[in-house]
């Protein structure tokens, strides 16, 4: 609650915002566009159910226990709901901040309090370790290890499905640091987050990006003091952590006077609505609030950037049937829906088909796809019948964890179609 007297219920730090709690009609309009409400079927698994939940916990009637946490947890935060709800409640922040609530007052297995601390505090806040663990992950795939751990069925069941979902990861990751020039006359200079995932398992998608940016004019740099934006951090309610990683953020993209930057770009859909949103996760913090604040304002999705900038038409034509798939926190969570298209449609010779609910949520949702899997690869299935009917050649998206969804979606409906990036089909489309 904003005022001084809290409702009974509230743990000290970050509450869902009560204000906005009771801003909730119950209309039951985001029913039907709930991903888990859809597949459970049960009420405390809506958007409007677990709001009743919060409010219960605000104003003392329930407790934070076991049930509380599972209900926060099973949500896929893919904001469908925002979309959704008349009086556009914010709830991906509310449930967020929910998660952290249960953090703080549930107690965790040593076992558990470790794996947090390690995967959270210990690896994706730091680059050296982070690009060790994906180089080890390279290294089991080429050495023939990989082959034989599926053949002998070493892989731990519980294991296997989030095993298959990693994609060959590439030998060189993004390098921090560096500072690609513009092609032709400069119009502007732009700072590229590199991305945990995008750095490491999808780094060519980095480079195709820096291609495609300098191209069109504009010198990229890539800070080398960045590290993962804090995404899944926030998501699975480690939110002092996920704060720190903010802070270490904004001091990186600092920048200089003597070399103004035109934007702070993004590739990866998550990536750019936690970073958008570090305003808000920071505004308890003194000090830090009218930073964050300034360095949120500054963050696009290169897509928006691109279409509000302008770009070179490509220069040959390419023929190919392609589909878009809306990644939740780019349509949902930023109201980036048109960019994507408009890019698309600058392609010479493309053929685009939309599909039916393209916005409707893939159930990748950061590590929702290993923490849930049954519940994912239903929601995924829906998603897959959908992308079948429009008999693609080539399934766009603009995130990393939709991409190793929709990668896995593919090869589990049998379809012959390629998972590209949004940047990725734009950078053939200027080397065809």
Not at 359 to 380: E, F, K
């Amino acid at each position: 609650m904003e005022s001084a007297q809290k409702p009974l219920g509230y743990t000290p730090d970050d509450p869902p915002s009560f204000a906005e709690i009771l801003r909730c009609t119950h209309c039951g309009l985001c029913l039907n566009q709930c991903p888990t409400y859809r597949v459970l079927g049960w009420e405390m698994d809506s958007p409007r159910g677990r709001i009743y939940l919060m409010r219960g916990v605000a104003e003392g009637r329930f407790e934070i226990d076991a049930t509380f946490a599972l209900h926060m947890d099973v949500c896929l935060a893919c904001r469908a709901c925002q979309t959704a709800c008349p009086a556009s409640i914010d709830f991906g922040k509310m449930v967020e901040a929910a998660r952290g609530q249960a953090h703080q007052a549930l107690p965790q297995s040593r076992r558990e309090r470790l794996l947090r601390r390690w995967v959270f505090g210990g690896i994706f806040p730091r680059n050296d370790r982070l690009r060790l663990v994906a180089r080890l992950i390279a290294l089991y795939q080429r050495s023939g290890m990989q082959a034989l751990a599926r053949r002998l069925r070493l892989i731990p069941r519980g294991l296997r499905d989030s095993e298959r979902l990693l994609p060959r990861l590439p030998w060189r990751f993004t390098q921090l640091g560096q500072t690609t020039p513009a092609q032709g006359v400069m119009r502007g200079r732009v700072a590229l987050l590199a991305g945990c995932v995008m750095g490491t398992v999808y780094a060519p998608v980095n480079e195709a990006t820096i291609r495609v940016l300098t191209r069109n004019g504009f010198e990229v740099v890539v800070p080398p003091a960045q590290i993962c934006c804090g995404a899944l951090a926030t998501h699975a309610g480690e939110r002092a952590i996920a704060k720190e990683m903010a802070k270490r953020n904004i001091e990186a993209f600092a920048g200089s006077p003597a070399q103004p930057r035109d934007a702070i770009l993004v590739n990866a859909a998550g990536c750019g609505l936690a970073m958008k949103e570090y305003g808000d996760l920071l505004k308890n913090d003194a000090g830090w609030q009218e930073r964050a604040a300034a360095f949120a304002a500054q963050v696009q999705d290169v897509s928006e950037f691109l279409v509000a900038r302008g770009i070179e038409p490509p220069p040959r034509a390419m023929p190919r049937r392609v589909t878009y798939q809306d990644p939740c926190h780019l349509a949902h969570g930023q109201g980036v829906r048109a960019q994507p298209r408009q890019l698309l449609a600058a392609i010479p010779g493309l053929q685009f088909v939309e599909m039916r609910d393209p916005d409707r949520c893939c159930g990748s949702a950061g590590i929702y796809n290993i923490t849930h899997p049954d519940i994912a690869a239903q929601v995924l299935d829906a998603k897959m019948e959908t992308i079948a009917a429009t008999q693609p050649e080539i399934i766009v998206t603009a995130n990393a964890g939709c991409m190793l969804q929709l990668q896995a979606g593919v090869q589990r409906a049998g379809l012959k179609a390629e998972v590209l990036h949004l940047v990725e089909l734009l950078d053939r489309a200027y080397q065809a």
